[in-house]
């Protein structure tokens, strides 16, 4: 059993696939973490599944996860969390807009003191158009005002958590609302975390796959917290 397990979703990324994994598997074995990474190919139509599997087979850190038909971001990742095997479990995107060295550094936070449960990253810059900060300004102050959620980035990667806690959360979105859900439950649940500062990349290939549909999907995420879960 590996100490963590990384999951990271791809979804037509094949030119970041490389570099993403690459740079994962180096900063973790440099810091000699004892470590598996869960690289899903989450219904891709390029070539994203076929790099994946070439880098697996030639390290077997590396487990590739194919999922035929894409049903959502948040299925992605929950797939990856539920094929996980280690004692910490975390994910981040396959974008290559978030440093592995987040991700080292979310571990070794509940690593060093056992009064945290779960590990985020806060961002300390948002890359991007004038509206799109102001667009995640807005998204993060009113869910944390809506849920009473001390943080700030809920959408933030990469999350970390021991495996006790992943168990305790019960994950259920398939969609975009998974990051809200797990500050939504670790929130109710009076789970300890801490925040770990991070600045976002510049995406260097490829394009978001965040869609307007994207929006409804959080509206109706949030009616169905606030009223019926």
Known sequence: MPDLSVSIPFYNEGPNVRRVLEDSVQILTTNDVDFEIIAIDNGSSDQTGKIIKEIAEGNSRIKLLRIEVNQGYGNGILA???????????????DGQIDPEAVLGCYKELLISDQFDLAKGFPRGIPGSFIRRYISKFYNAF???????????????????KRELFEKLNLESKDWFIDAEIMIKATRLKVRYIDYPIQFKERLEG??????????????????YMFFK
């Open 143 to 161: 869910v944390t005002s809506l849920f009473r959620i001390e943080t700030l980035g809920i959408n933030c990667k990469p999350k970390v958590f």
């Open 207 to 224: 394009k978001s796959n965040v869609r307007i549909k994207t929006a409804f999907e959080f509206l109706f995420n949030f009616t169905r």
């Open 80 to 94: 990856g969390l539920n094929a996980s095997e280690g004692q910490f479990i975390g994910y981040m995107d396959g």
